[in-house]
């Protein structure tokens, strides 16, 4: 018989299996039992379709058989069972997601550490065994086939005869080493504990043959007699832990089912349980990362939930059950009330999931205002990662979710120095604040230096710091929250200025009309406007922009890449009419009107550096600085 060579995917892989230093081998049993799992709910699924009423799901089971004298550990089930081509294909490449992903994030290191954290499979069986035998009858076949691998060598598959339908996955144990017992894993003791660890809610019974001793009665004698017999024994509690009531699961097994499903080191940050009895009767189990994912934020990023009937998953990722807003909530959704075998396509226009879906929107929603409102510190935590999804839903499908999300966002304020919802912002306003004020820049300690705030400030007002490029978006969709209008501290009224100030910077404005226009013309193009301000108090200058485009928007814009619109701000350079370095313009005017204009390219400059803009002409500021001084 010729031996055929592993797929050099596969070869790698098994590389790594077979020398592994891994600590972790144990789930080896994990990835066994699943794999068989797998193969019997194809089986259920497969009759089912078929309408054969032979099979059925109560006569499906998992055994675990050690056998000392062999040093073998089997693993039967009796699932779908493969053919020879399947063994080819199956067998002799890495099929599952999971292996690649492995692969990938392993690399050419060695560090195996990481292996836990991925389903690996199959091969995992390589950790602990020298030689694999695989003897397999598929659904609807007469013919049974054996696959023998002693790892690297290739694989070997012949024609074997076998009872039934399904697959017994022989496991030849290593010799024990110096610091590997693998013969641990035939003793019933391990065997149980690590089927209760890993696969306690595969939802067919795993059997293990246990060894009991009784007491037999020997007549005409007063010494008791035991004799040894062997019993079978369920050990798994089968039950998904979605199906037991909420006071039966610790937070732990939770955490536990979470990390191990979702792949994630992390305990999640949140669960959410729903246990919906109604006209459509639902479960669902759903988990918010402690952090935010590799790749979150990339199209890379699949959102969805897995989706059950009744226990038996029907699709892995269903995206229609969660909206883009809460993407980042993983979990899974199960029904009775919806059929088994409903089509992809039929699903999308599925009632019953519609519902569930607003359902669950719903939920998540209250969730995390509860959240919000009793446990701050995990909320602002929760902020952190996904704080800017939930901005982006906000903005998205031109403000459709903005109701779900609105009470949900957070900003700093100023006056408290943390954290605040539009509500708790527009609760602590003094009845003659009309506005909600708010500064944009890249950090807040930069947003809290703004000239433009100052007057504000002075009134004990607090101003709403924002720092993502999509907040001035995210303002425009709210308009207003709860009557108050927003009003960016660029804004040329902010609402409080006293009519007299008003009336005299107009006038002064008036006044000098002639010198703000030359000095505008003299910025060449910089700036649309030179105007006097009374925002401004102990600082002579600050940049805005006139128009829908502010300075933000338009720091935005130029960091899309490729040749998209060039969308500028109109910016308007404001001076303030009562710093020194106005009167310092006005006598230049008079005297020597292009130290007037130089005066102005300094302000200008300033005004840049002041707004978080680069200057165009670092070189040329300092000269004339020099010649200022
Ligand atoms: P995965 O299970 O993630 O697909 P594995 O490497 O564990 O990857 O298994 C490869 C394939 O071998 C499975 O997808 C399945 O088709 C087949 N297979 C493994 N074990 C069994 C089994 N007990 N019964 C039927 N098919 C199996």
Redo the contacts with the bound molecule.
């Keep these: 018989m010729r031996k055929k060579q592993f797929k050099a995917e596969s070869q790698k892989l098994l590389d790594m299996m077979i020398n592994s230093i891994y600590t972790h081998k144990e789930i080896f049993l994990r ?2 039992i ?3 799992s ?2 019997i709910d ?1 089986l259920c699924y497969t009759a089912m379709a078929a309408g054969d009423a032979s099979v059925s799901r109560t006569d499906c089971r998992i055994r675990v058989l050690a056998d000392k004298e062999n040093r073998t550990l089997t ?1 039967s ?1 009796n ?4 053919d020879e081509a ?1 063994l080819e294909s ?2 002799g490449v ?6 690649l992903n492995f692969k990938k994030e392993a690399g050419e290191a060695d560090d195996m550490d990481i292996i836990g954290q991925f ?6 069986a390589f950790m602990v065994a020298d030689k694999v035998t ?1 003897i ?1 009858r598929k659904y609807g076949g007469d013919q049974a086939w054996m696959w023998t691998s002693s790892g690297a060598d290739g694989y070997t598959i012949e024609p074997t005869a076998k009872d039934g339908v ?2 017994d ?1 022989i496991i030849h144990l290593k010799e024990d080493g110096e610091e590997e017992t693998y013969s641990e894993y035939l003793e019933t003791y391990t065997l149980r504990s690590l089927i209760k660890k890993y696969s306690d809610y595969i939802r067919y019974p795993i059997i293990l043959n246990v060894e009991k001793s009784r007491k037999v009665d020997v007549p005409d004698s007063d010494e008791p007699k035991y004799e040894t017999y062997t019993e079978e024994e369920t050990v798994n509690s089968m039950v998904p832990l979605w199906q037991r009531s909420k006071d039966e699961v610790t937070q732990e097994e939770l955490n536990e089912f979470y990390k191990e499903k979702f792949y994630d080191m992390k305990d999640p940050a949140h669960t959410i349980r729903i246990d919906v009895d109604g006209a459509i009767s639902y479960k669902a189990l759903l988990f918010i990362p402690s952090a935010t994912p590799m790749g979150y934020y990339t199209k890379e990023y699949q959102k969805g939930l897995e989706l059950y009937s009744s226990g038996v998953m029907i699709m892995e990722r269903c995206e229609d059950l969660i909206p883009e807003h809460f993407r980042f909530v993983k979990g899974i959704v199960d029904s009775r009330d919806l059929s088994l075998n409903i089509s992809r396509e039929l699903l999308q226009h599925n009632r019953q999931l519609k519902t569930i879906a607003s359902n669950i929107e719903k939920k998540i929603r209250q969730e995390l205002k509860k959240l919000q409102e009793n446990e701050r510190e995990k909320y602002e935590k929760f902020w952190e990662s996904f704080g800017l999804q939930l901005k982006y839903g906000i903005v998205s499908d031109y403000g459709a979710h903005r109701d779900i999300l609105k009470d949900l966002i957070l900003y700093h304020s100023s006056r408290e120095n943390k954290l605040q919802t539009l509500k708790e912002y527009v609760d602590m306003m003094p009845e003659e604040q009309k506005y909600i004020y708010f500064a944009t820049a890249e950090t807040v300690t930069m947003a809290d230096n703004l000239p433009q705030t100052e007057q504000i400030k002075d009134k004990g007002w607090s101003i709403l710091y924002m720092t993502d490029e999509v907040d001035e978006f995210v303002i425009n969709i709210l308009g207003e929250y709860e009557g108050k209008q927003f009003k960016s501290v660029n804004d040329k009224d902010l609402g409080i200025e006293d009519e007299e100030d008003k009336k005299d910077t107009e006038l002064k404005e008036e006044e000098n009309k002639v010198m703000l226009d030359y000095l505008r013309d003299s910025l060449d193009g910089k700036v649309t406007a030179v105007r006097l301000s009374h925002k401004l108090k102990s600082h002579p200058v600050c940049l805005t922009a006139d128009g829908e485009v502010s300075l933000e928007m338009e720091k935005y814009f130029s960091t899309i890449p490729g040749d998209g619109p060039d969308i500028k701000a109109q910016r308007v350079l404001e001076l303030n009419p009562t710093h020194k370095a106005f009167y310092m313009l006005m006598d230049a005017w008079q005297l020597d009107k292009d130290r007037c204009a130089r005066l102005g390219e300094l302000l200008y400059d300033q005004a840049l550096l002041i707004a978080g803009l680069p200057v165009e002409n670092p070189a040329r500021l300092t000269e004339l600085m020099w010649e200022m001084i």
């Design positions: 990835e066994i699943s794999n068989s797998d193969a194809k693993v089930d699932g779908i069972g493969m399947d199956n067998l890495i099929a599952r997601s999971g292996s389903g690996v499979g199959f091969y995992s695989v397999t399904g697959t996955i």
